[in-house]
């Protein structure tokens, strides 16, 4: 395991791991949810042989990193968590930098590309176009999506509450199994992790980013969309359809045998793509 660094934002104290060169060209890889650094460990390291900066920060509300204000809202609002990204970026001086992400953390580097597309050298989106209209109520979706989603209802209710306090480990581990049904991960790989598992209302500073959000606007930068073909919360056909949102020429990669926590399962794939999209 990397040391653990800190650099604080406007909001946050943010821990966050570095590997390589320092002069090297930086890329940020960002995790997801139930999950945080560690997920990133074997394409940090493989990014880092090749001469990149790999810097893995701990997204809010995970691990090490820190509101610096007790009254700051506790909530991990789209475009909070875009908003997040950039500031660590400001706070390193790295004026631009290659992305990669997957679930919360696929949304945070989309939402950066997005809305200041002149700090993202390229994009490898696990997932796909990760960004909602927040502002428009969605339609909902087949009864098997939702399902998929029971955690986000479950969580919203006092009863919910009270389970994730009394029972985080386990729903965390039974998301894993869920999500990625071949990943064959052990005790001490989930416990290395469950360390970092720390519903509020929408920020109002946000408001004017998520109205530009809700268009679901373009993406412009260079970028490959990646999907685990397993991936059961976040399926391959999520994205078809979807290319439009993408500069021409975007490539979509399904990555057979894979579930939802690709940089953990299949790291070579995800480097294969960001090498290709950053060069």
């Not at 820190?66 to 790295?94: H, K, N, T, W």
């Not at 050298?121 to 998929?148: F, K």
């Not at 969309?225 to 391959?236: F, K, Q, R, S, Y």
């Not at 993408?246 to 690709?262: D, I, L």
Request: glycine share 8%.
């Amino acid at each position: 395991m990397a040391e653990i660094l800190r650099v604080r934002t406007p909001t946050l104290e943010i821990g966050y791991e570095a590997h390589g060169d320092a002069h090297g060209v930086p890329v940020i890889l960002l995790h997801g949810f139930p999950d945080d650094a560690r997920a990133w460990d074997d394409v940090a390291r493989s990014l880092a042989a090749a001469g990149y900066r790999a810097l893995v920060p701990y997204l809010r509300g995970y691990g090490p990193t820190r509101f610096l204000d007790s009254a700051e809202p506790r909530m991990a609002q789209q475009a909070a968590i875009g908003q997040d990204l950039l500031d660590f970026m400001d706070a390193l001086a790295v004026p631009a930098a290659g992305l990669a992400g997957y679930d919360w953390g696929g949304r945070a580097a989309c939402i950066a590309a997005l809305i200041a597309p002149e700090r993202v050298l390229a994009l490898v989106t696990i997932g796909g176009y990760n960004v909602q209209n927040t502002v428009t109520p969605a339609p909902p979706a087949s009864a098997v999506a939702e399902r998929a989603y029971w955690y986000q209802w479950y969580f919203n209710t006092e009863r919910g509450r009270m389970g994730l306090e009394r029972n985080r480990r386990e729903i965390c581990r039974l998301l894993w199994k869920e999500w990625s049904p071949s990943w064959r991960f052990d005790d001490a790989t989930f416990e290395r992790t469950a360390a970092s598992y720390g519903n509020a209302p929408s920020d109002p500073r946000f408001a004017d980013v998520e109205r530009r959000l809700s268009a679901r606007p373009p993406i412009t930068v260079p970028t490959m969309i990646l999907h685990g073909a397993e991936d059961t919360v976040g399926p391959p056909g999520r994205s078809e359809g979807e290319l439009s949102r993408f500069p021409a020429g975007t490539e979509r990669r399904v990555v057979p045998g894979v579930g939802h926590f690709m940089p953990r399962e299949d790291p070579g794939a995800v480097v294969d793509a960001l090498v290709k999209v950053l060069h």
